[in-house]
């Protein structure tokens, strides 16, 4: 449990990093899947194993293609947001994956099921509704960019565990899909016409900390500590991101919070571990 619990505090500091860096979604996307990937590609090497990386690229596209949409929605919703509610739209990828595993993969339906999307989708509500009309566009467009972020973040787990079977691969599977990703970032980067200049040495140190601390050290100890963890507690364990992110909106950024947030911060989490046992069981 202790890698698990070193890896969501880890990975909660990446929306904090986004946006420390000062530069726009597409870039940072880039650069933390580039980072990443090297450091991936470094772990590959020292095991000896870098040989099988050219044979997962193909498969690897389609996953990336995910990946990629999930993570230029994500860091526009973190730069719209703030770090906190986009982190914790973007873990509804739990009850969306629960939802789709009910409607098309025939799993059935039970109270844990309903309990999940009424708990989320209420959070949902109590976070963003109040304010909805009373927020500019940049916030309303940033909720749904979160809210398809969580969309692209669940379909990729399905995607990566599909082809994680088919390869028997975990490291190189992860590492293709995520120098694909990079790919793919760093080209719509080109097509927005956004900069990828790093501009000072606030912005270089953050892309490398969400690079190899967050993107490829934190998903590890994740990787990692799942297999040692009971399901149930893995979920609860894993909410440590999105709470630790609210966190850190509130303390590096004075995020103003009220109680109604709060709360549905908190349905909305409820909504998300129940979510993920659903998908553990599955």
Request: hydrophobic share 55%; aromatic share 10%; proline share 3%.
């Amino acid at each position: 449990m202790g890698s698990l619990a070193l890896g969501a505090i880890t990975i909660s500091f990446a929306a904090v990093f986004v946006t420390t860096a000062g530069i726009s979604a597409d870039a940072s996307a880039f650069y933390r899947m580039l980072f990443g990937g090297l450091c991936m590609v470094g772990l590959l090497a020292a095991k000896g194993r870098i040989a099988i990386l050219p044979r997962l690229l193909i498969p690897a596209i389609p996953v990336a293609i995910i990946f990629t949409g999930d993570f230029l929605c994500w860091h526009r919703a973190i730069l719209a947001v703030g770090p906190g509610l986009a982190t914790m739209l973007g873990n509804l990828q739990a009850v969306y994956i629960a939802l789709f595993s009910v409607l098309f993969l025939g799993e059935r339906s039970g109270v844990r099921f309903f309990a999940a999307l009424g708990l989320a989708l209420s959070g949902v509500y109590l976070t963003v509704g109040p304010v909805w009309n009373l927020s500019g566009e940049t916030f309303r467009i940033g909720v749904l960019f979160g809210i398809a972020t969580a969309v692209f973040y669940g379909s990729y787990i399905l995607m990566l565990k599909r082809l994680v079977n088919r390869t028997g691969e975990v490291l190189g599977a992860t590492t293709a899909v995520t120098l694909l990703t990079a790919l793919f970032c760093g080209l719509f980067t080109l097509a927005s016409g956004e900069s990828f200049v790093l501009p000072d040495l606030a912005a270089w140190s953050s892309m490398v900390a969400l690079g190899a601390l967050c993107q490829c050290g934190g998903w590890l100890l994740i990787a990692r500590g799942l297999d040692k963890t009971p399901a149930s507690l893995a979920g609860l364990v894993l909410l440590l991101q999105p709470v630790l992110s609210f966190v850190w909106d509130i303390w590096f950024f004075a995020k103003p919070v009220n109680a109604v947030e709060l709360s549905g911060v908190a349905l909305a989490l409820s909504g998300i571990y129940l979510g993920s046992l659903r998908r553990a069981k599955g």
